[in-house]
């Protein structure tokens, strides 16, 4: 702000946001961890960090103050879903660093409902506890809602479930995914929206008309621009999404560059509500990949391989077979590898496998294959193959 002459006596309005530079990722990375608190640590109560990403992951902090905001936001997108006192709320988004589990668990304490901290994994007590517990509402990622939907129905359970609403995000999905899980489940399947940098799922929220994602505008503006230009564009307009936390103490970004690209309308819903609305997300202006709920970087896999001492010639297949992403990481072995025993190079598959876990978070195939067997590309290099549908 100094460096381009604007003070904080200028920023008097919401259209005054846009004096404002903009802050990206590689700002955050740089001020990690403390450099962009804005309270002293003393004033913290809580850090959440980025899904996926490790190095340097971001970090945000929040005051018991934001710790409120963020549980009110969340408890909007539960009443939205028809959620009261009277339910119970099933949730498994990750618990930990991650903001899912958090997030939906602080909404649902808010909202007074009979809260369910099952955190991911383990399906086979999910169901347990999901039909034993008689929930009412289930908060997860959309292809693990998929996967709990196969795994009820393959086991005869689905007549056992008292479900009647599902709030998932956290990656991309469907229509036709939404349509397959409530018929399914006989359910309303609602989307949520948002991102750690920003506070954790509840920067948006779907309401009843399910046409797009009411944003907490009370505490979270957003601004659509063009990813080349910055300049802001009109309502209506694709680009890049971009928010100014007004309400927030400990990390309160401004004009954060989200580089999820989607659309706001200002269309009155049929809900009543009055905050914008932002639709479907549809893609990202970086490559990072979204897979099972994890953010991915392709280059994050480059260098578990490059410091292991493969050759550059690689490739990411991602693809989503009834809505359960699949995620292969496929490398060319030197001649020296490949002439190693079956065993050794069995070895090597499992140490690569193990290195890959530890640097993103998820576990990918790994295959090994023979020296010069990857097709080579004649400008730049495919190297995410992501034959996902969304
Ligand atoms: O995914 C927060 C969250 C948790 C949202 C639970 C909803 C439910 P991050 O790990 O920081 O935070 O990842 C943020 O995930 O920039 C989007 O690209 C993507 N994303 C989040 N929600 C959706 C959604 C959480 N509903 C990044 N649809 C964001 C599509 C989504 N993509």
Same mark, same amino acid.
């Not at 550059?312 to 025993?341: H, K, L, P």
């Given at each position: 702000m100094e460096a381009i002459g604007l003070a904080p006596q200028d920023i008097r309005s919401i259209d005054d946001l846009r004096k404002l530079p903009f802050l990206t990722k590689d700002d955050l990375k740089a001020a990690y961890p403390y450099g962009l608190l804005a309270r002293p640590p003393a004033d913290c109560v809580r850090i959440q960090s980025t899904s996926g990403t490790t190095g340097?992951?971001?970090?945000?902090?929040?005051? /018991?103050? !934001?710790? !409120?905001?963020?549980?009110?936001?969340?408890?909007?997108?539960?009443?939205?879903?028809? %959620?009261?006192?009277? $339910?119970?709320? @099933?949730?498994?988004?990750?618990?930990?660093?991650?903001? %899912?589990?958090?997030?939906?668990?602080?909404? *649902? @304490?808010?909202? %007074?409902?009979?809260?369910?901290?099952?955190? *991911?994994?383990?399906?086979?007590? /999910?169901?347990?506890?999901?039909?034993?517990?008689?929930?009412?509402?289930?908060?997860?990622?959309?292809?693990? #809602?998929?996967?709990?939907?196969?795994?009820?129905?393959? /086991?005869?359970?689905?007549?056992?479930?008292? =479900? &009647? #609403?599902?709030?998932?995000?956290?990656?991309?999905?469907?229509?036709?995914?939404?349509?397959?899980?409530? #018929?399914?489940?006989?359910?309303?399947?609602?989307?949520?929206?948002? =991102?750690?940098?920003?506070?954790?799922?509840g920067v948006s929220f779907e309401c009843a008309e399910q046409t797009g994602m009411h944003v907490n505008e009370d505490h979270f503006v957003a601004e659509i621009i063009d990813p080349e230009t910055g300049e802001v564009l009109p309502e209506g307009a694709k680009g890049e999404l971009v928010f100014t936390c007004i309400s927030k103490e400990a990390f309160p970004l401004l004009r954060y560059r989200t580089r999820d690209i989607c659309v706001l309308s200002r269309k009155a819903c049929s809900c009543g509500r009055t905050l914008v609305k932002m639709a479907r997300l549809m893609g990202r202006t970086d490559d990072m990949l979204i897979i099972r709920g994890v953010n991915v970087f392709p280059s994050q896999i480059e260098t578990v391989l490059?410091?292991?001492?493969?050759?550059?010639?690689? +490739?990411?297949?991602? $693809?989503?077979?009834?809505?359960?992403?699949?995620? +292969?990481?496929?490398? +060319?072995?030197? /001649?020296?590898?490949? $002439? !190693?025993?079956? &065993?050794?190079?069995?070895?090597?598959? #499992?140490?690569?496998?193990?290195?890959?876990?530890?640097?993103? %978070?998820? *576990?990918?195939?790994?295959?090994?294959?023979?020296?010069?067997?990857?097709?080579?590309?004649?400008? &730049?290099?495919?190297?995410?193959?992501? &034959?996902?549908?969304?």
């Open positions: 340097k992951r971001v970090v945000a902090f929040y005051t /018991q103050n !934001d710790i !409120d905001i963020w549980d009110a936001c969340c408890a909007r997108a539960i009443v939205a879903a028809g %959620g009261s006192k009277e $339910d119970v709320v @099933h949730v498994c988004y990750g618990y930990g660093l991650f903001t %899912g589990g958090p997030g939906l668990n602080g909404g *649902s @304490h808010k909202v %007074g409902s009979l809260t369910l901290p099952m955190s *991911s994994g383990n399906t086979e007590r /999910q169901l347990q506890f999901m039909i034993d517990l008689e929930a009412t509402i289930l908060c997860c990622t959309p292809s693990y #809602a998929a996967f709990l939907t196969e795994t009820l129905i393959g /086991q005869g359970l689905r007549d056992q479930i008292k =479900l &009647k #609403a599902g709030i998932f995000g956290a990656e991309a999905w469907s229509e036709e995914m939404r349509g397959d899980i409530e #018929a399914k489940l006989g359910i309303k399947a609602y989307d949520i929206y948002g =991102l750690t940098e920003i506070t954790g799922p490059l410091r292991a001492g493969y050759p550059s010639n690689y +490739e990411i297949i991602v $693809d989503r077979v009834n809505y359960t992403d699949s995620f +292969e990481v496929r490398v +060319e072995m030197t /001649q020296e590898m490949f $002439d !190693d025993t079956v &065993k050794r190079i069995e070895a090597r598959e #499992a140490e690569l496998l193990a290195s890959l876990r530890a640097m993103l %978070g998820i *576990s990918p195939k790994v295959t090994l294959v023979a020296p010069r067997s990857i097709a080579r590309s004649e400008g &730049k290099a495919v190297r995410v193959i992501d &034959k996902r549908k969304i």
